[in-house]
């Protein structure tokens, strides 16, 4: 063992944050930690940082009892942390933002440059990734901006990396690209904590992973032991098959929006579709094969130039999201941070946001009846707070999602429409989400949604559309569906042939 916590207890006011852990981190391996939002991840990768020490228990390193008193500390060690946000200053180049602040310098004490950048070039040749020391991080997309991090971890010399979330901002194209980098660190003999929601990731990735739930250790298993099922039993103590609601089909019900042969300037070509009161779509995919310009086009954000949408039979122009509010049209974006909430204002604020309107006398707001919509709609959907007056952004992110879906339910939605409903949560948060869909699609809301995790488009809707090169290439009722025919039409292959050798 390179790392080992043994008997690790953290307590908060009113918190037991961490309960008698005990994990142990093999060198050279790739170990995953998940859990639940609150189960204790993150408060046991701030004490590997330094961020604060445990009330009890050792922490050791190398088989040595060590303290970990600050970040410093953590570096000395040889522990270093890629967190989900980016870290990176985007108008500097690869090389100045690895060296940001131990820039090498020459014998005359100026910056060697030259240095630097051999050292950045060593650094990708070892991990067998191609970086241009030179390039801006402006100009990076987003699989090599990660990899810019973990080198500048490697480059003081970190034989511990911890990774929160490094895929959760990832277009899918590129996730495999971070996964040959990972790989890369395992076999010069880095060890990687490996944090993330996406369990699939857990099983293409991990050689071992150990589950937390309210800050206890459940357990730790090598990855080629278990299967999905045990993972998510083990996380929230119920079955896969409890995560999704049981929904039964119904007779055909009131046609509330369509599409005929929508066409944009790119992305959508000849797009079709119906979608009915109290039914729930899923448009799936690979990424970027229209999916994003589609949903977002009948919010108002995206401009159609071809084909026709109708509204309840009448046809319409949906040319802001202004206008789609007015309709009874609700969006969940699939970034809740900048385009779903105003992140640093309070839950009440972003609860009423949308249904403002509704409370205004002489432009005046009504705050009693603003606070009490804000507690209706935090009792109906469960969300867990300490206050109306709480920040956002200091909410995990299941309850994040649920203040995102729950400032629409003033305004009486119609229709719905989610991009990637359960991005960056919990199992246990998830069946959350889905059982509030449910609810909604019960009471006649129609849910369209787009999504790039196939257990959640094999499960959740009730028809999936697949997208490919920005038309539908193929339409599955529920139960009719299943992952290889979902594949074969997203890729535009016919289902039973071969994709072409490249």
């Given at each position: 063992m390179v790392l080992e916590v043994r008997h690790i207890t953290k307590t908060f006011p009113g918190v037991t944050a961490l309960d008698d852990v005990s994990i142990g981190f093999s060198g050279g391996e790739v170990h995953a930690l998940v859990g639940e939002n609150?189960?204790?991840?993150?408060?046991?990768?701030?004490?590997?940082?330094?961020?604060?020490?445990?009330?009890?228990?050792?922490?050791?390193?190398?088989?040595?009892?060590?303290?970990?008193?600050?970040?410093?500390?953590?570096?000395?060690?040889?522990?270093?942390?890629?967190?989900q946000e980016y870290n990176l200053v985007p108008k500097l180049s690869v090389t100045d933002n690895i060296f940001l602040g131990r820039e090498p310098a020459d014998a005359f004490g100026r910056?060697?440059?030259?240095?630097?950048?051999?050292?950045?070039?060593?650094?990708?040749?070892?991990?067998?990734?191609?970086?241009?020391?030179?390039?801006?991080?402006?100009?990076?997309?987003t699989a090599e901006a990660k990899t810019v991090e973990i080198i500048k971890a490697l480059s003081s010399n970190a034989e511990i990396l911890v990774l929160d979330e490094p895929t959760a901002a990832l277009p899918e194209k590129d996730v495999e690209s971070l996964f040959t980098v990972i790989r890369s660190l395992r076999?010069?003999?880095?060890?990687?904590?490996y944090i993330s929601h996406r369990l699939e990731e857990i099983f293409s990735i991990a050689d071992r992973v150990s589950v937390l739930k309210d800050g206890r250790l459940v357990g730790t298993w090598q990855v080629a032991e278990i299967n999905h099922d045990f993972l998510v039993r083990s996380m929230i103590g119920r079955d896969l098959k409890d995560v999704f609601p049981a929904r039964t089909p119904s007779r055909q019900a009131a046609l509330v929006l369509s599409g005929r042969e929508l066409e944009d300037e790119r992305s959508l070509k000849n797009v079709s579709f119906d979608l009915h009161e109290g039914e729930i779509i899923g448009v799936g995919g690979m990424t970027g094969n229209g999916q994003r310009e589609f949903i977002r086009a009948l919010f108002g954000a995206h401009r159609l130039t071809g084909g026709t949408v109708r509204f309840r039979g009448q046809e319409v122009k949906i040319e802001s999201p202004a206008q789609a509010l007015t309709m009874g049209i609700g969006f969940i974006s699939d970034d809740r941070r900048n385009e779903g909430l105003s992140i640093t204002q309070s839950v009440l604020r972003n609860l009423c946001l949308p249904s403002l309107h509704q409370r205004q006398t002489a432009g005046l707001i009504q705050r009693d009846k603003e606070r009490k919509t804000a507690e209706d709609i935090v009792r109906d959907l469960h969300i867990k707070l300490t206050s109306l007056?709480?920040?956002?952004?200091?909410?995990?992110?299941?309850?994040?999602?649920?203040?995102v879906i729950g400032k629409w339910i003033p305004i009486r939605p119609s229709i719905l429409l989610f991009h990637e409903p359960t991005l960056g949560i919990d199992v246990g948060a998830k069946a959350e989400i889905y059982r509030l869909m449910h609810e909604l699609s019960l009471r006649g809301v129609a849910i369209l949604m787009v999504t790039s995790d196939m257990i959640e488009l094999l499960n959740v809707p009730d028809r999936i559309l697949v997208f490919c090169g920005g038309h539908i290439?193929?339409?599955?009722?529920?139960?009719?569906?299943?992952?290889?025919?979902?594949?074969?039409?997203?890729?535009?292959?016919?289902?039973?042939?071969?994709?072409?050798?490249?």
């Open positions: 609150g189960a204790g991840k993150s408060t046991l990768i701030k004490l590997l940082a330094g961020r604060y020490p445990p009330d009890a228990g050792q922490i050791l390193c190398k088989d040595k009892i060590v303290e970990i008193a600050d970040p410093l500390k953590a570096s000395q060690l040889g522990i270093s942390i890629v967190y910056i060697d440059r030259k240095a630097a950048r051999r050292s950045v070039a060593a650094l990708s040749e070892r991990l067998h990734v191609a970086i241009n020391p030179d390039s801006f991080v402006a100009d990076l997309g076999t010069v003999g880095v060890t990687v904590i007056s709480q920040a956002v952004q200091s909410m995990s992110g299941g309850n994040q999602q649920r203040v290439s193929a339409e599955f009722r529920k139960g009719e569906a299943t992952e290889e025919a979902v594949m074969f039409a997203a890729s535009g292959t016919p289902e039973g042939e071969s994709a072409p050798a490249r």
